[in-house]
C-alpha cells in the first residue's frame, strides 16, 4: 500500500528513524565530460529531519517494495530521477538498529550527470566530486557509511 511505510521507528533507547519498513536511498553516479566522477547530492530542507545537511535522496521504504524499488521512487520525487536513466549496480545496508531498522543504499550509474528537479525536500541538488563530498556539512547517518560507500564506488569502478 502507497505510503505505508511513513512513520518513525523507535529504538529502545529512544532514538528514531524514518520508515516504519526501514528506509533507502539512491547513490548515483557518473562522469563529468572531463572524466571526473561525480554522485548525486541532496541539501536537504531545514524543516526536514537532520535538516540543512547534505545526503543522498532517499526515504521510507513501503510495505511491498524492494529497497531498490524505493531508492529510485524517492530519486525521482526529490530529483526528478526516473528509472530507465540509471542501471542498479550494488545493495549496501549501510545501517541497522536494534529494533531492526535499516537502511539501504542503493548504488547505481548513469552515463553523464542527469538535470534534476528538487522537490520542496531539498534546498539544492549538486553532482558533487567524490572526492569533495568529506567536504560539505553531512547528514550523520551518510556521513558514518560514507567511507564504506566511497569503497563500494571504488571496487565498482
Known amino acids: 500500500m502507497r505510503g505505508d511505510g511513513d512513520g518513525w521507528v523507535f529504538d529502545p533507547d529512544g532514538s528514531r528513524y524514518w520508515g ?35 545526503a543522498l535522496p532517499g526515504g521510507a521504504r513501503d510495505s511491498h517494495e524492494s529497497v531498490v524499488d524505493t531508492a529510485i521512487r524517492e530519486a525521482d520525487e526529490e530529483a526528478g530521477i526516473g528509472h530507465h536513466d540509471l542501471a542498479v549496480r550494488l545493495e549496501v545496508v549501510t545501517a541497522e538498529t536494534a529494533s531492526g531498522w535499516t ?47 566511497r569503497a563500494h564506488l571504488d571496487a565498482l569502478a
Open 20 to 54: 516504519r519498513h526501514g528506509a533507502a536511498g539512491l547513490l548515483l553516479r557518473a562522469r563529468r565530460a572531463d572524466g571526473v566522477a561525480v554522485v548525486l547530492l541532496q541539501h536537504r530542507a531545514v524543516w526536514s529531519h537532520q535538516g540543512g545537511t547534505w
Open 103 to 149: 537502511y539501504t543504499t542503493v548504488i547505481a550509474d548513469v552515463e553523464s550527470p542527469l538535470a534534476t528537479v528538487a522537490n520542496g525536500e531539498s534546498t539544492e541538488l549538486r553532482w558533487v566530486p567524490t572526492a569533495d563530498v568529506d567536504s560539505l556539512p553531512l547528514h550523520p547517518g551518510f556521513a558514518r557509511s560514507w567511507a564504506t560507500l
